[in-house]
Every structure is written in structure tokens, then in C-alpha cells.
């Protein structure tokens, strides 16, 4: 079934990828001659996604030629991009979010396998990528293929890959915890995954498998060059 609606994550400032990122978004930054972006929204498009939401703040104003190249986005300002944590990027997008179901995709993925977004959709998930031995990164507990927690590190554990899908209620739940979360001082260092953690026992959440052919985070210079 067609998804009906898309927000991607491209406010951040880039840090790890600097001297490329002081004049470049990264998710602008160019692999094989295509800004990583592009591979994401080529990838939403392959399942006649209509609606896409494209969350900007650092040199925001780059993205505004997507709007001419594809159909159906549109760009939401974050104004507090340079202070506060990602949930913020989530709050720009409160007006939108629970609309429909939706994907919620960082934009600085590089999609190798636009199948990816081809999926059964019966519950919310994250896409995870397995990892045996210790991680560092964020990661997901599993009680009965259901998510119970959203943490970071552990041992033999789903790794988060930059993509979630959310049915219509969840995305609705999710918006009541982060306009929540914005009542509360200290609510500017979170990220929003955090605040889907604290309604997991509220929503039904599960892990979609991939692997790095089908979808690569690029967070470095090195492993830009790698590619």
C-alpha cells in the first residue's frame, strides 16, 4: 500500500563532517554525483509517496531547489536548529505530524535499495541493522519482536539505521509526547527518539531488518571518501 506521507530530518549543522559541511547541509553533500537527500526522496517516490516534509535550519535555504525538481515537498523551518536537539525538528513539524502515516527519515542517508520503503505495513518500526558484539550507537530491547526500550550501547543488538515508519495513531502520540516534552525545562538537549521511548508501552513498535547494501549513514569525511 502507498505510504502517504514523508518527514526527513536535514536541520542539523553537520559537525563530524566539517571543512565539507561549513558551506554544505550534509544532506546536500554529494555522493556519486547525487546529494544524499535525493536518494532518499528518489526512494519515497519509488512508492508514490505524496507528500513530503523536508525539515531544514543550517543553510536551509540550499533545499529550496527540491521543491521545483520533485513533486509534493515542502520545506518547514526549524528556528531552533542551533540550540536544541533534534526534538526540535520534530516540534517544526508538529502541524503536519498525525496526519497520516508517515515515515520519519534522517536526510543525510545514503538509499542503495529503494525497495527498502516497499513494506508490509501492519505496526509502527524502526529499520535496524543487527550488530554482533558490543555497540555504541543507539539501539533497541526486544521483548517478543515488540520494542520495550530505546537506549544507547549494549551487546548483540538492533542498531538504529536512520529510518521509521508510524501509523497514524503512533505519529499522533508521538506529536502529544514532544509538544509535552516542550513544556519541560531541559527539553532542548533530547533527542525525539527519546520521547517515542517513553510511550513505547503505549504504542506497538517493532524492528524492520537491513543491512548496509540497502542503506549507509555517512557521518564522517573518511567514510565519505570510503564510498
Not at 18 to 39: A, C, N, Q, S, Y
Not at 165 to 193: M, N, Q, R
Not at 214 to 221: A, H, S
Amino acid at each position: 500500500p502507498s505510504m502517504d506521507m514523508a518527514i526527513l530530518l536535514a536541520a542539523g549543522t553537520g559537525m563530524r563532517m566539517r571543512p565539507i559541511t561549513l558551506k554544505t547541509p550534509k544532506p546536500l553533500v554529494k555522493v556519486h554525483g547525487l546529494p544524499l537527500i535525493e536518494t532518499v526522496i528518489q526512494g519515497l517516490l519509488h512508492v508514490s509517496i505524496k507528500e513530503i516534509y523536508i525539515v531544514v535550519g543550517y543553510l536551509g535555504e540550499q533545499f529550496q531547489y527540491l521543491t521545483k525538481k520533485y513533486p509534493g515537498i515542502t520545506l518547514l523551518q526549524n528556528e531552533e536548529y542551533s540550540y536544541k536537539n533534534n526534538i526540535s525538528s520534530i516540534f517544526a513539524a508538529r502541524d503536519v505530524l498525525g496526519k497520516a502515516n508517515t515515515f520519519i527519515c534522517e536526510g543525510d542517508l545514503l538509499i542503495k535499495d529503494f525497495s527498502l520503503f516497499e513494506i508490509p505495513v501492519e505496526h509502527s518500526f524502526y529499520m535496524g541493522k543487527w550488530v554482533n558484539g558490543p555497540s555504541h550507537d543507539w539501539s533497541f530491547r526486544l521483548e517478543n519482536g515488540r520494542m520495550t526500550k530505546i537506549t544507547t550501547g549494549g551487546e548483540d543488538v538492533f542498531n538504529m539505521a536512520g529510518i521509521s515508519y508510524w501509523t497514524k495513531e503512533d505519529a499522533l502520540a508521538i506529536k502529544e509526547g514532544v509538544l509535552t516534552a516542550y513544556t519541560h525545562p531541559e527539553h532542548e538537549s533530547l533527542y525525539w527518539d527519546q520521547v517515542v521511548d517513553t510511550i513505547l508501552d503505549k504504542i506497538h513498535v517493532m524492528v524492520y531488518p537491513v543491512t548496509d547494501e540497502q542503506l549507509v549513514e555517512i557521518d564522517t569525511v573518511k567514510e565519505l571518501q570510503t564510498i
